[in-house]
């Protein structure tokens, strides 16, 4: 994980980018929409990987989605956010499993 945090920015993309394919992205709105369970997304300022107003978008597909409750947004932090703010998405789930 630290190698790949370090790497250097465009070959760390790239490497996500190789790892998920176009097709499997465009099917994340039909698996989202097919759950049944409650989720919460985490989103990030920063991340260019899944932009936030994508994840945003994402969790609309939600059969129970609620604007403004079923989405987090880290400031300052890219896609990595576990890594890179573990405090705040440790902060985000404990907030979400209590509610």
Known sequence: ME???GADK???????LEST???EVHQL??????LTQRVHFITATQDTVMLPRYVNYLASFHP????????S??????????????????????RVLLD
């Open 3 to 5: 190698d790949f945090v």
């Open 10 to 16: 465009a070959a760390a993309e790239g490497a996500l």
């Open 21 to 23: 394919t176009g097709e």
């Open 29 to 34: 709105p039909k698996l989202v929409g097919q």
């Open 64 to 71: 129970q989605f609620v604007a403004g409750e079923m989405v």
């Open 73 to 94: 947004e880290i400031p300052d932090c890219g896609h990595m956010a576990m890594v890179e703010q573990p405090k705040a998405v440790a902060d985000i789930i404990s």
